[in-house]
């Protein structure tokens, strides 16, 4: 397999990587981090200073609001993007639920990012996901029994 086709595979699994060319993704994959992490090891704490956005290449991360479990990320789903476009606290904990691969950008890798042409279709994307993110608390809000 070449390695066009390895990157557009990325951008079929990646959900922020939709839309882009294989040629892109091998560029913002080029521009981070690979990150492996042990069952249970934290990826980052609620509340704590973030600069870093993380996508999970394989395995799985338990997304965790006062130790209560509220999401689960999989292969192709991006977390910790509020603190990095908010410059806010954490607002969860992240950690490994087995052993698990992530990719990683820090902020000054995305500022650099978005000075290029591919901004506009990867902040789309991000928009896309926190707006699905958004739909699906408003959905459980309206279906608790207050």
């Known amino acids: 397999m070449g390695d066009e086709s390895k990157y557009r595979r990325y951008a079929e699994k990646i959900r922020i990587f939709n839309g882009l060319i294989p040629e892109e993704v091998e ?6 981090k ?6 249970g090891q934290t ?5 704590q200073l973030g600069s870093n956005l993380f996508i999970v ?23 910790g993007e509020m603190a990095v476009l908010n410059h806010e606290p954490r607002t969860a904990t992240a ?6 691969k992530l990719f990683t950008l820090d902020e000054k890798q995305i500022n650099g990012l978005l ?4 901004a506009v279709r990867l902040l789309l994307n991000i928009i896309h996901v926190l707006s699905e993110r ?12 207050l």
């Open 43 to 47: 990826v980052f704490h609620e509340g």
């Open 115 to 118: 000075e290029k042409h591919i």
């Open 134 to 145: 958004l739909e699906t608390a408003n959905e459980q809000l309206a279906n608790t029994k």
């Open 57 to 79: 290449l394989s395995g799985k991360i338990g997304i965790f609001k006062k130790s209560k479990q509220i999401a689960t990320c999989v292969v192709g789903d991006a977390f």
């Open 34 to 39: 690979i990150l492996v992490f042990r069952e």
């Open 27 to 32: 560029y913002i994959l080029h521009n981070g």
């Open 95 to 100: 950690a490994a639920l087995g052993e698990t």
